[in-house]
């Protein structure tokens, strides 16, 4: 059988995806010229590791096989197996994750997964044994079993190299040397937890078949991770993208533009999802049913994936949403992180940028005026480590209350990672910036109070079941200039803004223009002032007091736009504190001058969403306008397709997680896709999310996660919901409670 997402055009050639590539052309000599610059930017920038440590993780892979096999032979003796069974007793290493894609760099840990026979059990062997016998290695060290993960892992540093071991436990009494873990009969009989181990391996491996050039696919996906880490959206667990999102986003680029140097790739990545209308999923192949029964990523079918923002679907059976963490505050900012990329790859072309300025870092504690911190502690090392991962995945559980309780006008923006100040042991912190969301109307001296929102978290994150005393969370409102000193490089605070970047010359530009505006309207005031004086002495003046008036009109939208920005600017709100987010945007950083496009089931262009045609376009390979043009109606087209519409009715339940007898339930009207096909292909159809969705009431965002960054998605996958559009309402309050803060409330903090 072979793989899905092959299939041949009538050229002969192999086509990799579920539609035709946008372009087939082949590099230009720029392109070559850019890509060597973009090969020698990345070495400089130390992402590649050296020989000796590519060698030294190579014995440490063979030399943990060797553990392994001589552990399953041990076990099969001690079980009473007979001497045949016992010498054929075999497990097997395989690896996952950016070391199996080729993409990790120095000092980079090595996701590994260890199969073995059926009578060598998760718990007692895996967990139990073989845990003692790396325990007793000198060569083992920080050896950290978590089996009542997600995805149950063993954490441990092998001379040196960081290794993540995961256990898949197959019904065979033997395993194969050449066991090929790739076919779906492998899962037969397995439980979820080995379904969910393999799948690591199973889709690292199934993408680097369905890339059309394997190493122009790795350099590019080099370049995503440094610009991801860069830009502050790295960071599954915390609602942006993982290693596998990115894997699987710059793995649908190289399809469509199979003959493409990773210059242009970079260029189209933007570009392509610059354009993308989420929730549109992107895909590698068609989803497949399988014949096992495991539950796949499927709207039609399962109530929780119609509510998926960002859905970036896995190749392998059973196919899962890899983004189900992804929250409507991490796709705006991810949104305009794709258009400033966009914009910069345009500004390359024209010689006006460089990669230093699409690499620039984001100044995240520049970019906000108003900040939650999240302290937490324990009493000894071993605590903290489970605590910190405990609360780690939860964080995006305060983003999703925060968003449901104001009704998506306060936004939040957490920091992909974490911070430690050096004098307090045994401690991190976390940070989120917040602001209101853009065009939403201020009244004077309205606050959003989210304290008994801050105060339902913490219920929920001292929930945890292996909570043991001294393992604390603090959570309190941080004005930026009150942002303490360890969270800067080197432990010291700016003394000025940031150098001159791209986000800070652009939001100068869009001031500028706006200026500009202001004063031509001003210029024209007094104009119509004068010609009003002039028509009183003369009715010669008729012709040019008209033209003033037309002026004057034309200046009308403008002119609201900059009184509803003085309005935002003068207001005040609080978030337990006064919320003043006059300087959200003085960084240019996340903000931009114009509204935030957030995901619409309607094509930008009319008609389009409805054609039924081929996807075949031939492109040339230099940017013109026309091209650009052909190039947007083809993304268009991948996104769009004939189908029939159902509405469906409100979902009677929501998830239980966030449930809660003050939110009142939500009555949801959706239009579904009634698809015959009975493969999911989103090249042919809008998902039941690219609807309009009306909702009354309060609007509740659920979800649950996991902590694994490269782990896929959960089996049941979560449920979410996009924020409603800004309406008229009363003053939203935030129920959350700074307990930390203590009287601060009372001084008007």
């Not at 079918?301 to 059976?317: E, G, K, S, V």
């Not at 509803?564 to 959200?584: H, M, P, Y």
């Amino acid at each position: 059988m072979g793989s899905p997402g092959l299939s041949n055009r009538s050229n002969g050639q192999q086509r990799l995806g579920i539609t035709e590539p946008i372009s087939l052309a082949g590099p230009t000599e720029y392109d070559v010229i850019k890509t060597r610059e973009l090969e020698k930017y990345l070495q400089d920038a130390g992402l590649y590791e050296s020989q000796e440590e590519a060698v030294a993780r190579e014995e440490v892979l063979g030399r943990l096989d060797q553990i392994v096999k001589s552990w399953v032979k041990t076990i099969s003796h001690a079980k009473g197996l007979n001497d045949q069974l016992v010498h054929e007793a075999n497990a097997k290493i395989f690896t996952f994750g950016s070391y199996r894609l080729g993409v990790h760099g120095p000092g980079a840990d090595i996701d590994t997964l260890c199969v073995g026979p059926r009578h060598a059990t998760r718990e007692e062997d895996f967990f139990g044994e073989l845990h003692k016998i790396l325990l007793e290695m000198p060569e083992v060290t920080e050896l950290h079993p978590v089996p009542d993960a997600h995805v149950p892992v063993m954490k441990f540093k092998f001379n040196g190299i960081s290794i993540d071991l995961l256990y898949a436990r197959l019904a065979l009494w033997v395993i194969p040397e050449d066991l090929n873990i790739s076919q779906d009969s492998i899962l037969q009989n397995a439980d979820e937890q080995t379904v969910l181990s393999l799948n690591g391996c199973r889709v690292t491996d199934q993408v680097l078949r369905l890339v059309p050039n394997i190493q122009n696919f790795r350099t590019t996906l080099r370049c995503m991770r440094f610009w991801a880490k860069c830009r502050g959206v790295y960071s599954n667990v915390s609602g942006f993208l993982g290693g596998i999102n990115l894997a699987l986003l710059v793995a649908r680029i190289c399809q469509l533009y199979p003959n493409a140097l990773p210059n242009m790739l970079v260029s189209r990545f933007f570009r392509v999802y610059t354009q993308w209308r989420w929730p549109n999923p992107v895909m590698l192949c068609p989803i497949e049913e399988g014949s096992l029964g495991l539950p796949i990523w499927d709207p039609r079918r399962n109530p929780r994936d119609r509510y998926h923002l960002m859905p970036i679907i896995t190749p392998a059976y059973p196919c899962m949403n890899s983004t189900y963490n992804v929250t409507s505050s991490t796709l705006r900012i991810m949104s305009q992180e794709f258009q400033r990329g966009s914009e910069i790859c345009e500004a390359m072309e024209a010689s006006k940028a460089d990669w230093d300025t699409l690499f620039e870092h984001y100044p995240f504690f520049e970019a906000y005026k108003n900040y939650l911190r999240i302290d937490i502690t324990a009493e000894n090392v071993d605590d903290l480590r489970q605590w910190k991962g405990w609360v780690e995945s939860r964080l995006r559980q305060l983003t999703l209350k925060i968003e449901r309780h104001t009704y998506g006008m306060l936004q939040c923006h957490p920091h992909p990672g974490e911070f430690s100040d050096k004098s307090r042991p045994l401690h991190y912190c976390y940070f989120m910036g917040l602001q209101r969301k853009q065009g939403v109307p201020v009244n004077e001296g309205e606050q959003f109070d989210i304290r008994l929102t801050v105060d339902e978290f913490k219920h929920s994150v001292n929930a945890y079941t292996l909570l043991k005393p001294g393992m604390d969370i603090h959570v309190s409102h941080v004005k930026r200039r009150n942002i303490p000193n360890f969270v800067f490089p080197g432990g010291i605070r700016p003394s000025h803004p940031s150098k001159i970047t791209w986000d800070s010359r652009r939001s100068s530009e869009l001031r500028v223009s706006g200026q500009n505006g202001q004063a031509e309207m001003s210029q024209g005031t007094v104009s119509g002032a004068d010609d009003d004086r002039k028509r009183k002495r003369s009715e010669d003046s008729m012709d040019d007091n008209s033209k003033v008036s037309k002026s004057l009109t034309s200046s009308t939208p403008f002119s609201r736009e900059v009184q509803e920005d003085r309005t935002l600017i003068s207001a005040s709100s609080a978030c337990s504190v006064k919320f003043d987010d006059s300087e959200v945007n003085s960084m240019g950083g996340q903000e931009s001058e114009k509204p935030v496009q957030f995901p619409s089931g309607e094509s930008e262009t009319n008609g389009s969403s409805r054609i039924n045609h081929e996807v075949n376009p031939i492109l040339p390979v230099t940017d013109t306008s026309i091209s650009k043009e052909e190039e947007k109606l083809s993304i268009e087209k991948i996104m769009s397709g004939p189908y029939e519409a159902h509405q469906h009715q409100a979902f009677p339940e929501e998830p239980e997680e966030l449930e809660d007898n003050s939110v009142e339930r939500i009555q949801v009207r959706e239009n579904v896709p009634d698809m015959k096909s009975e493969n999911l292909d989103p090249s042919i159809s809008k998902l039941a999310m690219s609807e309009q969705t009306v909702v009354s009431k309060e609007t509740t965002c659920l979800t649950h996660g996991s902590l694994d960054e490269l782990e896929p998605a959960e089996l049941n996958a979560p449920f979410l919901c996009t924020d409603p559009a800004p309406v008229p309402q009363k003053k939203p309050l935030i129920r959350l409670n700074f307990t930390s803060l203590g009287k601060a409330s009372d001084k008007g903090i």
